[in-house]
């Protein structure tokens, strides 16, 4: 038999008009998608990257920044969840947004999410492979070791040994996912956890600050700017909760596991934000010298400051935790870009070779390689070219995640939009909360947009007076229209809207 099989001719249909693919049924019940769903938003590298950003922006108002953040998060989820219960499908915001809004619409929902996940996966292996040689270095005592990862033929090429084996894993399907996530994803909470409590609890915190009711209020932050910088970085640290429901197909009930899997995950990573976060304020406090979390030289990685005074001995476990996460979630992410380029090779939004089965693990294939391929590519030439030019897309990386969580949020509105005051359930679940949550993010897009045509937005790196992450962000999104009209000329079949119906035409 082939290691690859196509679609059926005539595969089963669900309700909804969409298609399943050949992904397996029940392999992943609520528990396994909580799990994936931590993971791909990877709380240990997520928090000692941000963590020291955003207090910088918000000083001591870190845990009302963050509930800010989430805000939108929750709201959009419940318009997933609504979406999902109707549509069950793995391409999910290209799938919704183009039954909602038409193919074209659609196909960039889609390509928002792949290039979101396709950037974020090639800094997780580089963040990975920081920390394995730290690791290394910890481990034998030779500090020369930590500095392998700045020699590029050294960085690189472990890099695409990380990926790869991130791909492989991936393509082994679910089953092989869910074991490598529940030892990952397990111990970088347990050592999270064991931080903060550290934290908390210390008897020589370097700049005791007392937690105060004040901490959680957001209109304590002094100005809009220093609110809106503060929610950007918030909306980074939440993402990757959506992984959830690119596996609905393959859950143990596609129209309730998904939205509950995605409900759970951003309710306990918020509990854990707000944990550490308090151990690091009262701990180390804002200041901007000395291990104060708001000092520029530790914002790059604040565990690997504070974890040593905090944890004593044991602060070799947060490295450990650390390369963990970045290799759990290296993985766990691959699961989502490959799944919605199966739905668009399937749906001939993409050459139809993107919806290739194995045979033997029942997983996407040439998608799940494709996007590993395409991470790689992107990690090589960035990294070649300059380390401002890979920072400052992941920096851009903002726009993309606010643009297609936002639109499959108004997607929500629009495709139920023949019953949203039919009770009070439809009206907050399926109009008040995406409504609210979509609005949001696309205005998020935009003024980050706009503030990050500053070349001092990022890097400082720009062409022309221009901000490099304005133009990199932009750039990918414009990249995108123009594969989008490529595939229109080649195989126009999607956007003539045969091979996916919206709701106007199946009623």
Known sequence: ?????????????????????????????VLGLVVIGISCIAPAYTLTAGLGATVAEVGTSLPAILLAGFLPMLLVA?????????????????TWATRAFGPMIGWMGGWGLIAATVIVLSNLAAVAVDFFYILLAQLTGQDWIAELTTNLW?????????????????YRGMNATKVFQYVLVGFQVAVLLLFAIMA?????PNDPTPITWQMFNPAGIDTFSAFAAGISLSIFVFWGWDVTLTMNEETTDPKKVPGRGATWTVLVIIALYLAVSLGVIYWAGVG??????????????????????????????????????????????????????????????????????????????????????????????TRLLSENALWDTITALGLMIC?????????????????????????????????????????????TAIESM??????????????MVFILGVGVLLLG????????????AFFRGETIRTRKLLK
């Open 288 to 381: 901007t010298t000395g291990l104060g979390a708001g000092n520029p030289e530790n914002q790059e990685s604040i565990f690997a400051v504070l974890s040593g005074p905090i944890m004593g001995p044991l602060a070799m476990l947060m490295s450990l935790a650390i390369l963990s996460s970045s290799a759990a979630s290296l993985q766990s992410t691959m699961v989502s870009p490959a799944r919605t380029l199966l739905a668009m090779g399937y749906y001939k939004a993409l050459p139809s070779s993107f919806a290739k089965i194995s045979a033997r693990f029942m997983s996407p294939s040439v998608a799940t390689f494709a996007a590993a391929a395409a991470a790689a590519g992107f990690y090589v030439i």
């Open 403 to 447: 643009f297609y969580y936002g639109l499959t949020a108004l997607a929500c509105v629009w495709y139920f939009r023949g019953e949203l005051f039919d009770n009070a359930r439809n009206f907050f679940c399926k109009f008040l909360a995406p409504l609210i949550g979509g609005i949001v993010l696309l205005v998020m897009f935009f003024a």
């Open 200 to 204: 908390l609890t210390s008897n020589q």
């Open 1 to 29: 038999m082939s290691q690859d099989l196509r679609q059926a001719s005539t595969p089963a249909r669900s309700e909804s008009g969409l298609h399943e693919k050949g992904l397996p049924k029940g392999t992943v019940g």
């Open 154 to 170: 050294i960085n690189i090429p472990t890099t695409l040994v990380f990926i790869a084996v991130a791909a492989w894993i991936s």
């Open 454 to 467: 500053n070349p001092e937005y990022g890097s400082g790196s720009e062409i022309g007076g221009v901000g």
């Open 481 to 492: 229209v123009a594969i989008m009209l490529w595939m229109r000329l080649r195989n126009p």
């Open 78 to 94: 419940l318009g997933y969840r609504e979406l999902n219960s109707a549509m069950p499908d793995s391409g999910t915001s290209f």
